[in-house]
């Protein structure tokens, strides 16, 4: 009976052997399987990432050119009231010299240095011109030697205004 046993034993032993089958090609197949499996999944996962890097990396570049736009156009509204702020400053300094009519001869000054120098040089030539063309009036001349002699009818003085004026 015994015997019987050890048998079974042996022949149970057999099938399960048999069916871990331990063997070193069995082995090697086994671990060759289970690096196959985990190479797939650690692909399946690199595929995943570089996905995800993918898409982080093109809403990051969408994000910068958002932000760049926003930059440009605050740069520009900063360059329009800038602009607007120096022809206010300009219309202020002409009102303050009394040329406000003169606005457009005075628009391609880019500084207020300019300007204020435009200012200057065009009062001082428009004050000339006042000079120039002032009134002077017929019954107020001033009278010269030489006048004087002639409504005196004195020739010899006509003459000596006249030599004197000569010999200056």
Known sequence: MED?????????????????DT??????ESQSDSKQKRKT???KEKESLKETVKQLQEQLAQLQSEKE???????????????????????????????????DFFSHFTTIEEVQSAIKNFNQL???????????????????????A???GDVGKMLQAKL?????
Request: cysteine-free; overall charge negative.
């Open 4 to 20: 019987v046993k050890n048998e079974q034993i042996e022949q149970e032993t057999q099938q399960q052997e048999e069916q871990t």
């Open 126 to 148: 428009l004050n000339q011109k006042v000079m120039a063309n002032s009134f002077v009036p017929a019954s107020h001349k001033q009278t010269n030697a030489y006048d004087e």
């Open 41 to 43: 999944k650690v692909d």
């Open 23 to 28: 063997s070193p090609e069995s082995v090697e």
């Open 150 to 152: 002639a409504k005196k």
């Open 69 to 103: 736009a926003a930059e440009q156009e605050k740069q520009k509204q900063l360059s329009e009231k800038e602009q607007s702020l120096f022809k206010k400053e300009v219309g202020l300094e002409l009102r303050a010299a009394g040329l406000s009519e003169f606005a």
């Open 164 to 168: 004197s004026g000569l010999f200056k």
